[in-house]
Nanobody, 120 residues
Framework: QVQLVESGGGLVQPGGSLRLSCAASGFTFSSYAMSWVRQAPGKGLEWVSD????????YYADSVKGRFTISRDNAKNTVYLQMNSLKPEDTAVYYCAKGRSWYGDGMDYWGKGTLVTVSS
């Protein structure tokens, strides 16, 4: 069965950095796009970033563009989110999600999330 396990969250000061990881299993990782989505306290889900199956195409929400970088290692079945210049408004639970195809086309499986708190 598909499993997605996020890690790397924690407490960081404004301006700091964190790298999130998502370890995938139960499917052919290299054949599917992957996404990161977040949910801030008391708010709805916000799409953050996508990466296609080969890693050659990446997409970002305007709110994180220039600060976050998505990447993947298909040999390790892992997708990453490097987060720099973090702001308090980046505080959220971050989820990785599996795309329905090599280019995305929606998401069909989600991890349980990892909490990122940006605070001084």
């Amino acid at each position: 069965q598909v499993q997605l396990v996020e890690s790397g969250g924690g407490l960081v000061q404004p301006g700091g950095s964190l790298r999130l990881s998502c370890a995938a299993s139960g499917f052919t990782f290299s054949s599917y796009a992957m996404s990161w989505v977040r949910q801030a306290p008391g708010k709805g889900l916000e799409w953050v970033s996508d990466i296609n199956s080969g890693g050659g195409s990446t997409y970002y929400a305007d709110s994180v563009k220039g600060r976050f970088t998505i990447s993947r290692d298909n040999a390790k079945n892992t997708v990453y989110l490097q987060m720099n210049s973090l702001k308090p408004e980046d505080t959220a639970v971050y989820y990785c999600a599996k795309g329905r195809s090599w280019y995305g086309d929606g998401m069909d499986y989600w991890g349980k999330g990892t909490l990122v708190t940006v605070s001084s």
